[in-house]
């Protein structure tokens, strides 16, 4: 496509300078054709060798390149009009290397041979200036190169060929739904991801990935002026790894929620326009829902709010890198410790099963290969209630007897270093045929929440807090109307054990983060977590409301 | 070329703005360099550096507004960047809420945002002061991780209205985290500067391992209301959301008007002139106090000026957007940079000899909005939560997680001690009652 023939297509096209910082979207304003461009891979061949040989002419026993061009769009809306839409672009290389025994990490956005050998030479100088103090030397699992090989995620449409007048169309119809449905506002948004990524190594190794990512999103707040009472209604969508098709609604995609709320759960297409009607109805419904009496209840969790407690309470819990102490002085350490997996004390009830997989079809994390070159699958890491496995990067297998990662190293950009994030985590369905209406049935005293909402967990990963975005009470098997103030607490040992019915297969979605947070600098990582509707008896539920 | 001097950028913007032939444009130059190192379990886990230097340029044609960027400055570059903006700016949609560039401002003069001795820091550097915090930490048997990261950045700008800006600025933060190793004991500490001069990854280093060794075999309080000591780190983070800077973000007249905040009026306008927190409750920003020295200008150019935010326990100013102040009719202000919260010339530990019953909250932790309505949030203690009886600290307690509000707590207020530096705000410690803790964590 010509450049000429894309900005008419495109229509609306223009940046923002002082858009409030988005974590992971931090790039640079671009004209949007920059979104359709990519980099010659014998080009960034030629320029990966460059820093490789470098780094080993300055004395690296290993190196690695990532050669990045990180792309993204972001639209803003409220109402009727559009607030922003930004197309940024952030192209550079990140180059580790492990000299006297100890890492060390520089970033270039100069991208010529030059550059990119004199960021090698600084890395390797800081490898160097480090080893002075350091203990213990850098010990990598064995891994082969593979040569040049690619990878792309399977998507049908890529989002940045959409015309942005096309999408801007869309979150604006989203909004007339939710205006005209009781809203008394809405903010939408629309958030689109694309990462060409190359990775070299001195293993052998020259991989070029294309990996894409779309979130659409949207608030609806529905406003008492009488009481000054405020509620709203987060999107149902999920963050996806797919492309723009995630917007095209399938019938087959639609799961319906326990009869009696109206809720539809969203699969691998999402329909905002019905969505956002639905939202601002139930915002409106919020504002009169009968405050929630506190006490223990059973939980009927649906997919799009279990997938943040799975995320928090087993994804967190069991990266090995928080289980060693990595991430002690930020975001803590783990229960989950060598010694208690010895001990081979159950995680949860014999129904939890959760597989990590970096290869999950639709989800966030997919990729053909992690950020040190690393061929990604799949792997237990729950079996039967017990714990099996943790994820690893290359530097940690030799810890626990492995020979090899497991592919979970990502760095958010070429200017952050790699380091251990979370694969995709999920809960395996039932095996047993259960819809969400015969799991309801089987509740005497209880609440289904939907939605992700409030959450809160310690730095050992044991005492938790979720709230949601709506809720409703369930009273001898049948949904009994909308509740509000809802927040459970619980241990996260004690709340797997309690889980006692999984719906099957055909109720199984994915839940998505787009900005997981972890490690200094604090960087973001996007994940998903698949799981159908999940009950757990006898959770303590506090009332959150409060005067002020 | 990272930092470079107020002549060298002014003289890249004026070419700039030079090249530009739309109604309005305005340049920003920023640059920044710096690294850091990470370390684990007494050893170094990473470590990068910084090196960057980028324009963005805004062009305005009646109310459509472009922007582009560059990273090179031959002319070249230059012209095709501003002719890039110029092209979007034609293509866009016109902005509801445009509000023309700002003309010519007076800034205040920023005293000591940039100190030479950080701008000079080497990686030799970085290892030299971790190097000596995880010696400290082997003699004495402790785990420690922490995290040491500085630079030195400048930001500049003009614009076709006659603006003109520039400003250095030099940051130093450090983080510790040491735990024992038997896993039963964990202590903090935290401080950042403009002058690395004043850093001591050592004498921090001692805090933090005091506080692992004092905090071992912690016993089980039952939840409940307590009074609490929340050191500084515990009421601003920068590594977390934190309850004062939750309170602070909150102070946007646009969502108050708009009936969804905490500040926003039944039947309609906001709360501003109303008391909401106790009398001793008083906080400002100024941009030209010497220990939290930052930007005199914000983002769009408005002078950030000394501005009293709550007065006595009042609302006297909300901060908003350009076109919300003019559609408003209320001062455009900016949101602050860092700001002050006033406090009285007590130590924590001269606060603790006063409290006769209650609990000393090194670090909170995972600290997330519960109800935007009433400001609830909740979160963890960590890192240091020690009950104290009759002005002494008589043991460690388990960890806490808690439900309150800053509004609710600052109405609850026993005392307030001496401020300092966090997360470049000065916070002093507070004593409050009533601390709502809602369940125990095992959490160590």
């Known amino acids: 496509m010509k450049r000429r023939e894309f900005v008419g297509l495109t229509g609306l096209a223009t940046g923002a300078l002082f858009l409030p910082a988005i974590p992971g979207l ?21 320029l990966a060798d460059a820093a490789l040989n470098a780094a080993k002419a300055a004395g690296a026993t290993y190196a690695d390149v990532r050669i990045g061009r990180y792309l993204n769009q972001s639209i803003f809306t409220r109402e009727k009009q559009v607030q922003n839409i930004a197309s940024g672009e952030s192209y550079g290389a990140g180059i580790r290397v492990i000299a006297n025994g100890t890492w060390g990490f520089a970033s270039t956005n100069t991208v010529t041979e030059a550059g990119m050998a004199k960021a090698a030479q600084l890395a390797v100088q800081i490898a160097k200036a480090n080893a002075k103090v350091q203990k213990d030397q850098v010990k990598l699992a064995p891994q082969n190169g593979y040569g040049e090989v690619s990878w792309k995620t399977p998507i049908e449409k890529n989002s940045f060929e959409v015309p942005v007048k096309e999408k801007v169309e869309l979150l604006l119809a989203a909004n007339a739904k939710a205006l005209d449905n009781g809203a008394s506002f809405v903010n939408s948004s629309l958030f689109q991801i694309n990462e060409q990524k190359y990775f070299a190594s001195t293993d052998g190794s020259y991989i070029d990935q294309d990996i894409h990512r779309i979130w659409p999103t949207f608030s609806a707040t529905a406003i008492d002026r009488s009481t000054g009472k405020f509620r709203t209604r987060e999107a149902l969508s999920a963050p996806m790894g797919l492309g ?44 009169t829902a009968k405050s929630v009496t506190p006490g223990k209840y059973d939980l009927v969790l649906d997919p799009n709010h279990l997938g943040l407690t799975i995320h928090e309470s087993i994804g967190h819990a069991t990266e090995l890198d928080r289980v060693l102490g990595y991430e002690a002085n930020y975001a803590g ?16 009830s014999k129904l939890v099963n959760i597989v990590a997989d970096k290869t999950q079809p639709g989800s966030l994390g997919a990729v053909g290969y992690d950020d040190e070159g690393v061929k990604t699958g799949q792997w237990d890491i729950i079996k039967e209630g017990k714990l099996v496995d943790y994820q690893k990067t290359r ?44 799991m309801v049935k089987g509740v005497d005293k209880g609440i289904y929440i939907a939605g992700r909402g409030s959450f809160s967990i310690d ?17 001898k098997g049948k949904i009994a109307g909308m509740l509000e103030d809802v927040a459970y607490q619980a241990n996260t040992q004690e709340f797997w054990n309690s889980c006692n019915a999984i719906c099957d297969q055909s109720d199984y979605r994915l839940f998505g983060s787009f900005f997981d947070g972890k490690g200094q600098p604090s960087q973001v990582s996007a994940v998903s977590h698949g799981s159908s509707t999940t009950r757990f008896n006898g959770v303590n539920v506090i009332n959150t409301a409060r005067k002020v | 070329m990272a930092i470079l001097s107020k002549d060298e950028a002014q003289a890249i913007l004026k070419k700039v703005l030079s090249f530009a032939t739309a109604d309005e444009c305005e340049a920003t130059l920023t640059g920044e360099t710096g690294g850091n190192v990470r370390s684990a379990r007494n050893s170094i886990s990473t470590s990068g550096a910084v090196d960057n230097v980028s324009l963005g340029v805004e062009a305005r044609f009646g109310k459509r507004s472009g922007v582009a960027t560059c990273n090179e400055f ?99 933060e450090f983080s510790i985290t040491v735990r024992t190793p038997d896993g039963t004991g964990s202590g903090y500490a935290t401080a ?56 602070m973000s909150a102070m946007d007249a646009r969502s108050a008007d708009e009936g969804r905040s905490f500040l926003s009026k039944k039947g309609g306008g906001n709360k501003k002139g109303e008391k909401l927190f106790d009398e001793r409750v008083t906080i400002y920003s100024d941009p030209t106090n010497p220990e939290i020295a930052s930007l005199s200008f914000s983002g769009d150019g408005r002078p950030q000026k000394k501005t009293t935010w709550i007065e006595k326990g009042v609302v006297k100013n909300l901060y908003s957007s350009r076109f919300w102040a003019q559609k408003a009719g209320i001062p455009d202000l900016p949101r602050p940079d860092g700001w002050v919260m006033e406090g009285g010339t007590q130590s924590v530990q001269d606060m603790i000899k006063g409290t006769a019953k209650g609990i000393l909250v090194t670090r909170l932790w995972y ?20 009950y104290i009886e009759n002005g002494r600290i008589k043991h460690p307690v388990k960890n806490f997680r808690f439900n309150e509000s800053p509004i609710i707590m600052l109405n609850n207020l026993e005392a307030i001690g001496k401020p300092v530096r966090v997360g470049g705000n000065l916070v002093p410690p507070l004593k409050i009652r009533d601390f709502t803790f809602t369940s125990l964590s095992d959490a160590v």
């Open chain 1, 26 to 46: 931090s790039a640079t304003p671009v004209d949007p054709l920059r979104l359709l461009e990519t980099v010659d891979p014998a080009i960034k061949k030629r």
């Open chain 2, 367 to 386: 600290i997330r909005p519960v109800d935007p309505q009433t400001l609830l949030y909740t979160g963890l203690t960590r890192d240091g939560t020690f």
């Open chain 2, 192 to 247: 950042d500067y403009n002058d690395s001069g004043k850093f001591d990854a050592a004498a921090l280093t001692r805090v933090a391992a005091d506080k692992a060794a004092m905090s071992r075999n912690a016993k089980a309080l039952e939840p409940g209301k307590y009074t609490v000591i929340l050191e500084p780190a515990a009421l601003v983070a920068n590594t977390d959301a934190s309850l004062l800077q939750a309170l």
């Open chain 2, 74 to 172: 031959d002319d070249a570059t230059l012209r095709r960047c501003v002719q890039r903006a110029e092209e979007i700016a034609r293509l866009a949609p016109e902005s509801p809420e445009y509000m023309p560039f700002l003309g010519a401002q007076q800034y205040v003069a920023a005293p000591k945002s940039y100190a030479a001795s950080t701008a000079g820091i080497t990686p030799d550097y970085r290892a030299q002061q971790v190097g000596a915090s995880m010696k400290i930490c082997d003699e004495k048997k402790l785990s420690s991780a922490a995290f040491l990261n500085d630079g030195a950045s400048f930001i500049a700008k003009r614009n076709s209205k006659g603006l003109e800006a520039y400003q250095q600025l030099t940051n130093l």
């Open chain 1, 244 to 287: 723009y098709e995630y917007l095209t609604p399938k019938a087959a995609d639609r799961i319906n929620g326990p009869a009696g709320t109206g809720l539809v759960g969203y699969r691998n297409s999402y329909d905002i326009l019905e969505d956002a009607a639905l939202a601002a109805k139930q915002a409106k419904e919020k504002l």
């Open chain 1, 395 to 438: 530097d940690q297998a030799h810890i626990v007897g492995q020979d090899h990662s497991d592919g979970c190293c990502y760095a958010q950009s070429w200017q952050d270093v790699q380091f251990q994030r979370m694969a995709n985590i999920s809960l395996k369905p039932g095996t047993s045929q259960m819809s969400v209406d015969d």
């Open chain 1, 333 to 348: 350490t783990s229960f989950a410790t060598l010694e208690w997996k010895a001990k081979n004390a159950p995680y949860g």
């Open chain 1, 459 to 475: 730095q050992q990963r044991y005492n938790f807090q979720f709230g949601g975005t709506v809720f409703y009470a369930i009273e």
